[in-house]
């Protein structure tokens, strides 16, 4: 069994060759990649072979685990690109592996870089997204949520009917053009206009109880990549703030020699490696059991939400006014952390979840109270 | 209990789990695991019993090599039988003994030392207590004043040493004292075993803010040891209390008792009334509980990716650095958290609240302490700003 991220012979050549890659051929800068760039970027990652790596071998993957797929998200991470590969190089090929036809035809696509996926869900605050019977097959009723890189994707996978068997149903749907919104980080999302949506019966990858147990996975992977991406974007502006702050002077010494601003870096540094602990039990979790995943997902996104996001908050403090302008990268990092903790319901909503899953329900004597 | 980090464990380390949880299970007596429970400074006696019953098994020393009578487990094996002694409430192995001195014996003590010291501290025969600290050297050790003067066939020992726990009932102390005074002020110290009933060493109890007496004064007047009294070479003492250190960085994030005590504060919560149903089902406590289950889960994750490098024999990384921290916040978060739930029954005189809230008020107030002591987290974070970081 395999419990660390770095045991393999090729899991360093994977990462040293990820960054090496992506600090070449797309560095960050304060001006955002047109989307041809990100497309020819994309094409070279296919060539890479970083998207066929996850898929299992049957469909002519290579069968990488989640912790190699976790890599190339954190060092996406570092360098804050815009086009998320959550979806593309973790979520999707693992799905694989539960073998709907309807995806696995999209697996030669999905690994030369003309397949790419969007992870849509129901939008919770306008009553989520349902399938009912349609006059092609089937219809969706209801909203779907701000979807990272919904627009560049050839493809949607969408979950409807979250929260219970009856009305459950994983899609996957051929993305229609959609007018794209800019978020505060510099990626681009889009609300995916589903709602009276008719899709062919074959759209439908699964329903049911196999509907639910897919979404909870799809979440929980999705989960555990954007905490691999936001740290990787924080271990990278912590380095870049180290640098910084040994070079800059005032008083006539360095700022990293003040003991306020090392400890303020020390806080960032706990906060940045319980969260990376917390990716890493997610990826653990993957393979597990779906209760323990789930509580792996919820807790790494709690923590990357509140100490995440505080992390960030330091770096910035620390490195002064340089931090407030667009053209410094740590500001971005924040933006990117911002991002992460807001989407799909926010922090709130994962504290939520753990303490559902965590807590004895109202009005119920917990299992260790009676025993004890 | 339902959270836990399981993922990182293989099939072997679970069934390891399953024996030892049986087997701790069948030998802690119950009238032990009350007393664990229900107060903060167990009595010499207790904790004496715990590590013969444990003896018996060959487990009391247990993260202590084979050779010097450990039972060979790896360390995540050491994490899983800690962990289940703290979920079975077993009393805590005295910190001194077993965690500090035996290892350091073993690293840097002599044969006949090792056989004089060993085999009484994994038996709970012997107790000892750490004579580092002194009223003018807390965080900056290395001041300490303390002197070891040679004398012909051993040394003679003066000085004051502070909050000196267990001292009271300790054998023995193992006494960071100053050998050279010519050298810079870590390199002429040197570590010494003092017997706590020898001529010239006087203790004086303190009292703690939890009303407790487990920490004393001792002073040190004239007191003769043996030449065989030095463990290791002289002016080396420094380097030996730090080795030591960075070894035991794990064991100072108490991960196993915090578990514990989260799973009995849900406990607690869920049985105690509050404004409307039980305590536990007020949301915005509910909330505080999710938020440190998700902190408890980051401080497991941490160290059992220290321990998954160390058992398969990597170098652990810089995270390694951060386990005092979080561990010590986290403590304290849980008893915070413990004050809310009892409401105000906590603030009573504890000998007045019995029963299921017992201890609860005692602990939460020692519990200041634990981001003081064993290297003050002031100090730990500019260690890692420093070494780990390399801000300078
Ligand atoms: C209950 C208890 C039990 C103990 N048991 C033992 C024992 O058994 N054996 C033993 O040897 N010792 C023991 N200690 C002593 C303990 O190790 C010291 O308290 C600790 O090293 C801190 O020293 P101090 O209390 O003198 O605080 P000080 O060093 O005076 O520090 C006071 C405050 O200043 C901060 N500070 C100090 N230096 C710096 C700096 N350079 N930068 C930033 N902040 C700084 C500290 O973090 C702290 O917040 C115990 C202490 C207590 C309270």
């Known amino acids: ?372 | 209990m339902n959270g836990r980090v399981d993922a990182f464990l293989t099939d072997d380390e679970r069934a390891f789990r399953a024996e030892i949880r049986a087997a701790i299970r069948a030998m802690l007596p119950p009238d032990l695991a009350r007393r664990t429970r229900e107060g903060i400074h167990l009595s010499r006696e207790d904790m004496a019993r715990w590590n013969r019953i444990l003896d018996a098994r060959g487990w009391a020393a247990h993260h202590w090599p084979a050779s010097a009578g450990g039972p060979g487990w790896t360390p995540i094996q050491r994490f899983l039988f800690e962990a289940e002694c703290a979920a079975a409430d077993a009393p805590p192995l005295s910190v001194f003994g077993i965690y500090l001195v035996g290892p350091t014996l073993v690293a840097f003590g002599s044969q006949a030392q090792q056989d004089r010291y060993l085999p009484a501290i994994r038996s709970g025969a012997e107790f000892w207590c750490q004579g580092y600290s002194e009223p003018e050297a807390g965080s900056d050790l290395a001041s300490l004043r303390t002197t070891a003067r040679r004398v012909e066939g051993g040394w003679v020992v003066t000085g004051q040493k502070a909050w000196t726990t267990e001292g009271h009932f300790a054998d023995l102390m193992i006494c960071l004292a100053r050998t050279n005074r010519e050298a810079k002020p870590q390199a002429g110290l040197s570590l010494f075993v003092v017997d706590m009933r020898a001529p010239g060493v006087t203790i004086a109890p303190v009292v703690t803010i939890d009303g407790g007496h487990s920490v004393n004064s001792v002073f040190l007047d004239e007191v003769r040891v043996p030449d065989d009294a030095l463990i290791g070479e002289v002016d080396r003492g420094w380097g030996y209390a730090k080795f030591l250190l960075a070894h035991e960085r794990t064991n100072n994030a108490q991960v196993h008792r915090s578990r514990r005590e989260f799973e009995r504060l849900k406990a607690l919560a869920a049985a105690r009334p509050g404004p409307d149903g039980a305590v536990l089902d007020d949301p915005a406590v509910r909330r505080r509980f999710a938020v440190v289950e998700a902190h408890l889960a980051g401080l497991e994750a941490t160290v059992l990716r220290v321990l998954v490098d160390q058992t398969e024999g990597r170098e652990p990384g810089p995270e390694a650095s951060i386990v005092k921290v979080i561990g010590s916040r986290l403590q304290q978060a849980i008893s915070e958290l413990a004050m809310d739930v009892i409401g105000e029954d906590a603030l009573t005189m504890p000998d007045a609240a019995g029963g299921e809230v017992a201890g609860w008020t005692e602990r939460h107030l020692f519990r200041r302490v634990v981001t003081i002591y064993a290297g003050s987290n002031e100090i730990q974070k500019t260690i890692i700003a420093r070494a780990t970081l390399g801000l300078r």
């Open chain 1, 1 to 372: 069994m395999r419990r660390s991220p770095d045991q393999r012979d090729d899991d360093l050549m994977l990462r040293e060759g990820a960054r090496r890659f992506l600090e070449e051929r797309c560095p960050w800068t304060p001006t955002l990649p047109s989307p041809g760039e990100e497309d020819a970027v994309r094409r070279e990652m296919a060539g890479l072979g970083w998207f066929a790596m996850g898929l299992p071998e049957e469909f002519g993957g290579g069968g990488a685990d989640a912790l190699q797929a976790l890599a190339l998200v954190e060092e996406a991470g570092r360098v804050l690109l815009r086009r998320s590969l959550a979806a593309d190089v973790l979520v999707v090929p693992r799905l694989m592996r539960r073998g709907f036809a309807g995806l696995t035809a999209l697996a030669p696509g999905l690994a030369a870089g003309a397949v790419r996926f969007a992870l849509v869900s129901g939008d919770p605050a306008a009553g989520g997204l349902s399938v009912a019977p349609g006059r092609e097959g089937v219809r969706l009723r209801g909203g779907g949520g701000l979807a990272l890189d919904a627009g560049a994707a050839t493809h949607w996978l969408v979950a409807a009917g979250e929260g219970s068997p009856n009305g459950a149903a994983l899609l996957c749907v051929e993305a229609r053009p959609v007018p794209e919104r800019r978020l505060i980080d510099g990626r681009r999302g889009a609300v995916p206009p589903l709602d009276g949506l008719d899709l062919p019966a074959g759209a439908v990858l699964a329903t049911g109880h196999d509907a639910l147990a897919a979404i909870d996975e799809i979440r929980d992977c999705a989960a555990a990549a954007l905490v691999a991406d936001a740290y990787g974007a924080l271990a990278a502006g912590l380095d870049l703030t180290v640098g910084y702050l040994n070079q800059r002077r005032q008083f006539g010494q360095t700022l990293g020699s003040f003991q306020a601003v090392q400890h303020l870096m020390a806080e960032a540094f706990c906060d940045l490696e319980t969260l990376r602990s917390l990716m890493l039990w997610s990826a653990a979790s993957l393979d597990g059991a779906p209760a323990e995943r789930r509580r792996a997902a919820a807790s790494a996104r709690v923590v990357l939400g509140r100490e995440g996001l505080a992390a960030a908050s330091r770096l910035i403090q620390a490195s002064g006014g340089i931090a407030m302008t667009e053209e410094y990268r740590v500001g971005h990092v924040y933006k990117r952390l911002q991002v992460a903790a807001g989407i799909d319901g926010g922090t709130e909503a994962r504290i939520r979840q753990l303490a559902t899953d965590t807590l004895s329900p109202k009005g119920r004597p917990d299992d260790e109270a009676s025993a004890a």
